[in-house]
């Protein structure tokens, strides 16, 4: 959806076909963030306030340690994932993006598309360009020649919603012995909580035990939806782009799910994208796709070594001490921090690590 609205913005005729029909769902933590409301508005989506909840930044909660910090600047929204989506549709249509819902794409073939709409009923559609935006086991990767993996590593996500009052004015990150619990306010009455961990059996209501406090939260409160689970992939391709083929989002790589940018990238990606095909340089998506992942890979790689509970419990007391430090990491991760700004914010946590 998003390349199909960079596009459009650009002049160019797009045809988005999908097996499904909207509003599509999908496991997802369901926080955008600052940069990621930036970036969608650039495509030309706003989204109304009544659609989703504000939050004002993000709460690290270990244990008995907490602290949390604002945005450096804006806030960020919760919205349900298919309020998201059907806002987006309604905007693609309003651009004069055209779809074919409930039709299978079955394979490329140079220029051409090979459409499935029934089991009757076969078409073949020409196309300038071809973008894969079909998720984590994209195969349109996989037609394109571009399966080469540099690096992947995977970890499980279940969400659901609990129709309870959100309880504060930020995005809540529970660590665990084995797992992270999300806490995203969705509305004046939900909110979605998203389990992420390396073990595929846990599921929400055996994790939530190793969280008394949030359980409690929830334990009188209806569910919202049914647990939903998906994979949550880090992937490093050796291309993103070949010939007339380019890949997006989750199909083009991703970062742990634990980031929350995984949205935000997309976005970036698409707008990204569209102009490399008005200039018939894709070559330059790929250099720019890199650019792009670089800090959500690096903020990926610093919080799971979180995991890591001695040295998490040492870093949450040195955030608890100088929370002007979290303050700083926050500035960085939604990329309102310079590198040089970053580094120094490193020194200084490593300086206080030392010294606790």
Not at 21 to 41: F, R, S, T, Y
Not at 50 to 76: K, Q
Request: glycine fraction near 8%.
């Amino acid at each position: 959806m998003a390349v199909a609205l960079a596009a459009r913005q650009r002049g160019m005729s797009v045809m988005v076909a999908d097996s499904l029909a909207p509003p599509i769902d999908k496991p997802c933590g369901e926080g955008l963030m600052p940069d990621g409301i930036v970036a969608l508005q650039r495509l030309g989506v706003h989204i109304p306030a009544i659609e989703g909840h504000r939050f004002r930044g993000i709460r690290f909660v270990s244990g008995d340690l907490s602290v949390e910090a604002r945005f450096p600047y804006g806030e960020a929204l919760g919205v349900r994932r298919t309020n998201l989506h059907r806002i987006m549709v309604e905007r693609a249509e309003m651009a004069g993006v055209q779809f074919l819902w409930r039709t299978v794409v079955t394979g490329i073939q140079g220029c051409r598309v090979l459409l499935n709409q029934s089991t009757s009923n076969r078409a073949t559609m020409s196309a300038r360009w071809i973008i894969g935006a079909d998720g984590a086991s994209s195969r349109v990767r996989r037609w394109g020649g571009l399966d080469e993996h540099r690096r992947k590593e995977q970890r499980y996500a279940f969400r659901r919603h609990y129709r309870v009052a959100p309880w504060s004015h930020f995005m809540e990150l529970h660590w665990g012995p084995h797992c992270q619990l999300y806490v995203t306010p969705v509305g004046s009455a939900e909110v979605c909580v998203a389990l992420i961990s390396k073990n595929p059996t846990l599921r929400l209501d055996h994790a939530l035990k190793a969280f008394p406090q949030l359980a409690d939260r929830l334990s009188n409160a209806q569910h919202g939806s049914v647990e939903r689970g998906a994979v949550s992939v880090t992937r490093k391709l050796t291309r993103v782009c070949a010939g007339n083929v380019a890949l997006v989002g989750d199909a083009s790589g991703g970062v742990d799910a634990i980031t929350g940018e995984g949205l935000c990238l997309a976005f970036r990606q698409a707008d990204l994208l569209a102009d490399c095909l008005v200039s018939s340089d894709v070559s330059a998506y790929q250099r720019g796709h890199r650019a792009l992942a670089r800090r959500p890979a690096l903020m990926a790689r610093l919080m799971l070594l979180l995991e890591s509970q001695r040295l998490r419990n040492r870093v949450m007391r040195a955030f608890v001490t100088k929370p002007e430090l979290f303050m700083d990491m926050l500035a960085t991760h939604v990329g309102a921090s310079s590198a040089l700004a970053s580094a120094a914010n490193g020194l200084a946590l490593g300086w206080v690590l030392m010294t606790i």
